[in-house]
């Protein structure tokens, strides 16, 4: 499973989102892989993480570095560095993937991030520091896939098939 997460009102807050919207449109995956707009669902997203066996997230990740700085967080790392953000999506988030722990249901998880420039105004297009590394984060995305060993399909330019990813659960047709 890729889980997108963030508020795209918020400039980078929704810079996760975003990138899922990127890998759909680029990108096709198989069966077994489920794309996840997560918005801000937080601990609605539980049932959704607890059926993964392996999950990339990504997110913006407040780590006291510079804006646009990237990040890969798994294993231990996840819990000290997002108890550091500063948006209440990302502690719904943690407080979900620690529920799974009562499920006996903990996926694999990996967190791929990226410093924000701003996530305080109220606008819904990415700065310019983070839209530059978009390519990047995907390229990170796609390296964990590989590490899986998941196929995926680059689609030509123009064939974007959006029933590849679920908003809110759904999958979008």
């Known amino acids: 499973m890729?889980?997108?997460?963030?508020?795209t009102l918020f400039a980078d807050e929704g810079f996760g989102v975003r990138a899922l919207e990127s890998l759909s449109d680029r990108f096709s995956f198989p069966e077994?892989?489920?794309l996840i707009?997560?918005?801000v669902l937080g601990v609605t997203l539980l049932g959704y993480i607890a059926q993964a066996d392996q999950l990339i997230v990504v997110d913006c990740v407040r780590n006291q570095g510079k804006p646009g700085d990237l990040y890969r967080l798994s294993g231990?790392?996840?819990p000290d560095?997002?108890?550091a953000k500063n948006s209440l999506h990302q502690v719904d988030f943690l407080e979900a993937l620690t529920l799974c722990q009562a499920l006996d249901k903990v996926p694999e998880t990996v967190i791929i991030g990226i410093e924000p420039a701003d996530i305080e105004s109220l606008i819904p297009e990415l700065t310019p520091v983070t839209r530059q590394?978009?390519?990047?984060?995907?390229?990170?995305?796609l390296k964990e896939?590989?590490?899986?060993?998941?196929?995926?399909e680059e689609r030509p330019e123009g064939e974007c098939e959006?029933?590849?990813c679920m908003c809110f659960g759904k999958r979008v047709v």
């Open 2 to 7: 890729i889980l997108g997460i963030g508020n």
């Open 32 to 34: 077994n892989v489920t």
């Open 37 to 39: 707009d997560g918005g």
């Open 76 to 78: 231990q790392e996840i």
């Open 81 to 83: 560095r997002m108890r």
């Open 133 to 141: 590394k978009m390519d990047a984060v995907i390229a990170m995305v």
């Open 145 to 152: 896939l590989d590490r899986l060993d998941v196929t995926y």
């Open 162 to 164: 959006l029933s590849d």
